[in-house]
């Protein structure tokens, strides 16, 4: 089953915007795309924009099988619910959602030390879907540090990574374009730096074109 996982350096970097950019992409290349946000707190606006960016008809659901209210830790706000998050659970969820589909796009919930369970975080969920990661960063300072320990994790994890997307990317100014001089000079493999655009939030073409072009639309053209 082919897939993609959408990780991130963090909360508010802009994962659903690029994963629903990538479902976008292979709509728009004749893939028969689905998409799935096993988990969220809070809200579930990023799963119906995946659903709306890859124009399948599987229900919220389906796409979003666990959602807690309060937005917080999914640990956290499932122990405040009392529910109990099960990933084995989550990995029959998506077997059988990817069953319809050719390829898949999975987003994940925060950074990928995000608790899920008492001892499970969102990179034990990566791992046990066995789907390759793409990381999604801030370009502004910061980025770095986050950047190169999520990296690290993922690769302790023994987690394929095809590289990383800065999001919010500013050419004028000074910390984005020496974020970006540095992965490069590390060889860490940069997908695409997209703009802040506050059209991505809801066109999701605005995104798949700013895609077009980039590695990250080679590196999805040879996948799927």
Not at 41 to 61: M, N, P, T
Not at 72 to 90: C, F, G, V
Request: hydrophobic share 45%; net charge positive.
């Amino acid at each position: 089953m082919k897939g993609i996982f959408v990780t991130a350096t963090g909360t508010g970097v802009g994962k659903t915007i690029i994963a629903a950019g990538m479902a976008r992409c292979l709509k728009e290349k004749g893939v028969d795309v689905g998409v799935m946000k096993p988990i969220a707190s809070g809200g579930q606006e990023d799963a119906e924009y995946l659903i709306f960016a890859a124009g399948v008809k599987d229900s919220l659901e389906e796409v979003n099988p666990v959602f807690l209210a309060n937005p917080l830790a999914p640990y956290e706000s499932a122990r405040m619910e009392k529910k109990k998050i099960d990933l084995r659970k989550l990995v029959k969820d998506y077997q059988a959602l990817g069953r319809r589909h050719a390829a898949m796009v999975v987003e994940g919930v925060g950074g990928v030390r995000v608790p899920l369970t008492r001892d499970r975080d969102v990179i034990h969920l990566i791992r046990r879907l066995g789907l390759p990661a793409v990381v999604v960063a801030t370009a502004a300072l910061g980025t770095i540090n986050h950047t190169l320990l999520t990296l690290e994790a993922l690769k302790k994890e023994k987690i394929k990574c095809a590289g990383i997307v800065l999001n919010f990317f500013d050419g004028d100014d000074l910390a984005c374009r020496s974020g970006l001089a540095f992965f490069k000079e590390k060889k860490v493999p940069v997908l695409a730096a997209l703009p802040s655009n506050p059209g991505f939030a809801d066109n999701p073409d605005l995104i798949a074109q700013a895609i077009s072009g980039t590695p990250l639309a080679k590196w999805l053209a040879k996948l799927f």
